[in-house]
């Protein structure tokens, strides 16, 4: 059964959601569960020693555009996570084996979209891909040479072992695996699934060597595809090839504090549309004829987090800088960087924090080359045109009035959207939050 999402004012999804936890409890908070229904009478810590945990959730974000676009409205979306792990050597001495499965259900609507902003990067990085249900994860994770080898196999998501990096904010420019944000018609983040195999191998105790292969198929992208087949385990025909990336990771202690740096190659084997040239080599904007076709697709991304100041793990400063770098050939977008900061502990209340973030992202040059040459001789068919930078700003404060919920208000503002110097900037106030069952 479809679960819909429920159209609200700001203010009345924050009401709602502390009369839920105060409904429902009260009784943890003493003993400050991260679970909004705690130990399920101990049954929860029971299962786990058995083998068996549990990842149940809601999260929603809401954003309403003061400026920019052509409506001054409000948005709601939001999603339903449903997920389970079963250690395999404590339930049937299947030693180092685990097995994942993750279900989610996205529901609720784009602001960019419905206001016509204009944006390359999600105000509501929650939305997308079709706003149904997913089988987001559904793989067997084996482990070897003492642990120092992990392999995995199944359905996935790129970003969940790929260039993979935190989601506090609420703007996509700062959230998930950075490479899915401009090249997201092949390298696929939460909560879209293909087939694919990761192995991981533990050069030393804080250094790690990770490839991976996954699924390239235009129906994984498809929105009304996932509508009908979200769910189903099937392998879909109209495969085109492999997304193969290739990542160094380092988890650093500097002066005590930690960090995680990544750098990463990736190579898709799948054809890819020259954004410029067609099959003759001339300009398409000229001939009209069908693009020329490139026999595969790459980029780079370098992802580096650190804590700079407090306790190690706990309050303090910590920062972060994102660089993703595409072929310029097939890309539309085909830059991305974004730089920011948190503070966790403020006011010494240890689950709040707040967050700070700029990001740029890059709208090819020849497809700005392509759209100047199309107006030029077709001047009654004019388009604008993508050149430059999208920026964008965000800030948050996130209140946790207790441990399982996180309230996180915030407000981004988006100067020359999609790279466009024609569109209005955009101000907008958002809403981000998150409960843990």
Same mark, same amino acid.
């Given at each position: 059964m479809r679960i819909h999402s429920?159209?609200?004012?700001?203010?009345?999804?924050?009401?709602?959601?502390?009369?839920?936890?105060?409904?429902?409890?009260?009784? $943890?908070?003493?003993?400050?569960?991260?679970?909004?229904?705690?130990?399920?009478?101990? *049954?929860?810590?029971?299962?786990?020693?058995?083998?068996? !945990?549990?990842?149940?959730?809601?999260?929603?974000?809401?954003?309403?555009?003061?400026?920019?676009?052509?409506? *001054?409205? !409000?948005?709601?979306?939001? $999603?339903?996570?449903?997920?389970?792990?079963?250690?395999?050597?404590?339930?049937?001495?299947?030693?180092?084996?685990?097995?994942?499965?993750?279900? #989610?259900?996205?529901?609720?609507?784009?602001?960019?979209?419905?206001?016509?902003?204009?944006?390359?990067?999600?105000?509501? *990085?929650?939305?997308?891909?079709?706003?149904?249900?997913?089988? #987001?994860?559904?793989?067997?994770?084996?482990?070897?040479?003492?642990?120092?080898?992990?392999?995995?196999?199944?359905?996935?998501?790129?970003? *969940?072992? !790929?260039?993979?990096?935190?989601?506090?904010?609420?703007?996509?420019?700062?959230?998930?695996?950075?490479?899915?944000?401009?090249?997201?018609?092949?390298?696929?983040?939460?909560?879209?699934?293909?087939? @694919? #195999?990761?192995?991981?191998?533990? #050069? !030393?105790?804080?250094?790690?060597?990770?490839?991976? @292969?996954?699924?390239?198929?235009?129906?994984?992208?498809?929105?009304?595809y996932a509508r009908r087949n979200g769910l189903k385990l099937g392998f879909p025909s109209g495969t085109t090839g492999w997304l193969i990336p290739l990542e160094f990771g380092w988890k650093p202690s500097i002066n005590g504090l930690p960090g995680s740096y990544r750098a990463g190659v990736w190579y898709n084997t799948s054809k890819g549309d020259d954004v410029f040239y067609d099959v003759n080599h001339e300009p398409r904007a000229l001939t009209g004829d069908d693009p020329l076709q490139r026999t595969s697709r790459r980029g780079a991304w370098i992802t580096f987090q650190q804590q700079v100041t407090g306790e190690a793990g706990g309050k303090g400063t910590n920062v972060f800088l994102n660089i993703t770098s595409a072929d310029h050939q097939t890309s539309p977008t085909n830059n991305q960087i974004s730089l920011g900061m948190e503070y966790k502990g403020i006011f010494d209340r240890p689950n709040d924090f707040v967050g700070a973030a700029l990001g740029f992202t890059h709208a090819n040059g020849d497809v700005a080359k392509y759209q100047r040459l199309y107006n030029a001789v077709h001047p009654d068919d004019q388009g604008l045109v993508k050149s430059g930078y999208e920026k964008v700003a965000e800030v948050f404060y996130s209140w946790s009035p207790i441990p399982s919920i996180a309230l996180r208000p915030n407000l981004q503002y988006i100067k020359d959207p999609g790279g466009i110097a024609e569109k209005n900037n955009a101000f907008i106030l958002g809403l981000k939050a998150s409960v843990a069952f």
């Open positions: 429920i159209k609200r004012p700001l203010a009345g999804v924050v009401l709602a959601c502390l009369g839920f936890a105060g409904a429902s409890a009260h009784a $943890q908070d003493a003993s400050g569960s991260k679970y909004l229904f705690g130990d399920w009478g101990g *049954e929860r810590t029971r299962l786990a020693d058995e083998g068996i !945990t549990f990842d149940l959730g809601y999260g929603f974000e809401a954003a309403h555009n003061y400026s920019g676009g052509d409506r *001054e409205i !409000t948005r709601y979306t939001d $999603q339903w996570k449903f997920g389970a792990s079963f250690d395999l050597d404590k339930l049937w001495n299947w030693h180092g084996a685990k097995f994942n499965i993750m279900v #989610t259900d996205r529901n609720g609507r784009d602001i960019g979209a419905d206001a016509n902003i204009g944006n390359n990067q999600l105000i509501q *990085e929650v939305y997308g891909r079709g706003q149904t249900w997913h089988l #987001t994860i559904f793989q067997l994770e084996q482990k070897f040479f003492n642990d120092r080898l992990t392999w995995k196999i199944g359905r996935m998501p790129v970003g *969940e072992d !790929t260039g993979s990096f935190s989601c506090d904010f609420q703007n996509l420019s700062f959230c998930g695996a950075q490479p899915g944000n401009i090249v997201g018609d092949y390298w696929v983040n939460w909560p879209t699934s293909m087939w @694919a #195999t990761v192995l991981k191998f533990s #050069t !030393t105790q804080n250094t790690w060597l990770q490839l991976s @292969a996954y699924q390239v198929n235009p129906k994984y992208v498809d929105d009304s």
